[in-house]
C-alpha cells in the first residue's frame, strides 16, 4: 500500500528464510520424537545462539547478531512453527525473558557474564516470578530476600518457570521489604548450582518437551554483586518487559493456530468420507475460510502492537495506553484463537484427533496453555479496561 512504511524490510525478510531453513534442518524433524522422549538435547541451545538467533535485538558489543527486535519477532514467529511448543517456549524464554533482563537492567558485569554466554546459548537462562500462591499476582509474591552485609539471603518457591528445572542462571523476583505499593520488589540472579538452591521438572498435560520447573530457596546466600538493578525496582522491571513477552507469545500462538489449521487442510484433504475428501465438505470449507479470516485478523492486530513496539524501543513519541492496551488484546484474542483452531484441528480428524499417534492432540494441549501463562485471560481484560479509564477493582 502507497505511504505504508513496510513493518518487515528486506533484511527481516532474509532474517526469516534463514529462521526457517534452520527450523526445516535442525528442529522440525527431530519434533515429534523429542515429544515421544520428553526431552531434547541441551546443546541445541549453542547451536541457535551459533546460528545468531538470540542475538538479534542485543548489542553486538556483547555478541549481539541484530538487526532489531523487529528480527527477534521474526525469530519467535518461524521457531514456533517447529512443531514441538515446549522446545520453541524454552528457548523463547531464555533469550526474551532472562537475557533481556540482564540486558536492560544489568551491569556491564553481569552483561559480560550472562549476557554474553545467553546469546551464545552456552548458559540458558530463566525467569522466576510466579508462585504457588500468587499467579499473576506480581506484587503479592512471598519469596523474600534478607539483606545480610553485603550478601542476600533468599526464601521461597517458584512455580512454572520455563527453563527452571536446568537453566544455568535464574533472573529472580523476590520481596525486599515490608512496605506496601511496587516498590519493594528485588530482581537477583541466581546461579544454577548455587548451594541450597533446588529445584525439580514438572510434568505437565502439555509443553512436553519444556523444562518446567519448580524452584526451592532455602537461605539460598548470594553477594550483592548478583542484584539486578536497584532495590526496590523490580516491579517496575517486570511491568516493563510484561508488553515484549506479552507481545512474543502472541506471535507465538498465532504461528502455532497456522500449523494447526495446515495439518487440518491437510487431514481433512488426505482422509475421505462418504465417498469424497473430507474437503470437499462445504462445512469445512466454510470453517477453514472463517479460521484463516480470524487469523489475519489477530495478525494485523499483533502487527501493529508490534509498531508501536519498535517506535517505543527507538525513543519515538509513544502512547503507552495504546501500547500497553494492543498488547493486551492482541495476547488475549491470540491465545483463544490458537486454541479454538486447534480444537477445529482434533474435530476434523474425528476419532484420530485423540490418538496420541497424531499431531492434532498436541497441539490442543500445548494451545490450552496459552490463555493462562504471561497473565490470564481476565488479567488481560482488566488491564485493557484499565487503560480505557474505566478503573478495575
Known amino acids: 500500500m502507497s505511504g505504508l512504511t513496510p513493518l518487515f ?28 522422549e520428553r526431552d531434547y538435547p541441551k546443546e541445541l541451545f549453542a547451536k541457535v545462539g551459533s546460528a545468531g538467533f538470540f542475538g538479534a535485538k542485543f548489542s553486538e558489543r ?8 523487529a528480527a527477534e519477532a521474526v525469530w519467535v514467529e518461524e521457531v514456533s512453527r517447529c512443531g514441538a511448543f515446549g522446545l520453541a517456549s524454552d528457548l523463547g524464554a531464555h533469550s526474551s525473558l532472562a537475557a533481556l533482563y540482564v540486558d536492560r537492567f544489568g551491569t556491564e558485569t553481569q552483561k559480560d557474564n550472562y549476557l554474553r554466554a545467553s546469546i551464545e546459548g552456552t548458559a540458558v537462562g530463566a525467569l522466576a516470578v510466579t508462585e504457588p500462591g500468587t499467579g499473576s ?33 535464574v533472573v529472580v523476583a523476590a520481596k525486599t521489604s515490608d512496605d506496601p505499593g511496587h516498590k519493594n520488589i528485588t530482581l537477583f540472579i541466581v546461579e544454577g548450582d548455587t548451594p541450597d538452591f533446588d529445584r525439580r521438572r514438572m510434568d505437565m498435560i502439555s509443553w512436553k518437551t519444556s523444562h518446567t520447573g519448580e524452584l526451592y530457596f532455602n537461605d539460598v546466600r548470594i553477594s550483592d554483586e ?12 517486570i511491568m516493563q518487559n510484561f508488553q515484549w513477552e506479552r507481545l512474543l507469545m502472541s506471535l507465538s500462538a498465532l504461528s502455532m493456530a497456522e500449523l494447526s489449521l495446515e495439518t487440518a487442510i491437510q487431514y481433512a484433504t488426505d482422509r475421505s468420507a462418504f ?3 473430507i474437503i470437499k465438505f462445504q462445512v469445512w470449507q466454510h470453517r477453514f475460510a472463517d479460521l484463516v479470516m480470524r487469523i489475519r485478523s489477530s495478525k494485523a492486530l499483533a502487527y501493529r502492537a508490534l509498531r508501536l513496539h519498535i517506535a517505543a524501543e527507538n525513543s519515538e513519541e509513544e502512547d503507552r495506553d495504546e501500547l500497553v492496551r494492543l498488547t493486551s488484546m492482541a495476547k488475549l484474542h491470540s491465545q483463544r484463537l490458537a486454541l479454538k483452531v486447534a480444537d477445529e484441528c482434533v474435530q476434523v480428524h474425528g476419532g484420530s ?9 498436541r497441539f490442543w494441549r500445548d494451545a490450552r496453555v496459552g490463555p493462562i501463562g504471561g497473565g490470564t485471560d481476565d488479567i488481560m481484560r482488566n488491564v485493557i479496561a484499565r487503560t480505557m479509564g474505566l478503573g478495575v477493582a
Open 226 to 237: 548478583q542484584r539486578l538493578g536497584d532495590v526496590g525496582s523490580g516491579f517496575g522491571h
Open 137 to 169: 499476582d506480581v506484587n503479592g509474591i512471598q519469596t523474600k530476600a534478607t539483606r545480610d552485609g553485603d550478601e542476600w539471603l533468599i526464601n521461597g518457591p517458584k512455580t512454572f518457570i520455563t527453563n527452571g528445572s536446568w537453566a544455568d542462571y
Open 9 to 36: 524490510l528486506e533484511e527481516h525478510e532474509a532474517y526469516r528464510q534463514a529462521a526457517q531453513m534452520f527450523v526445516e534442518k535442525e528442529l522440525a524433524p527431530n519434533a515429534d520424537r523429542w515429544e515421544a
Open 353 to 361: 484427533g485423540a490418538l496420541m499417534e497424531y499431531r492434532a492432540q
Open 275 to 277: 465417498g469424497r475428501p
Open 62 to 69: 556483547w555478541g549481539g547478531t541484530g538487526p532489531d527486535f
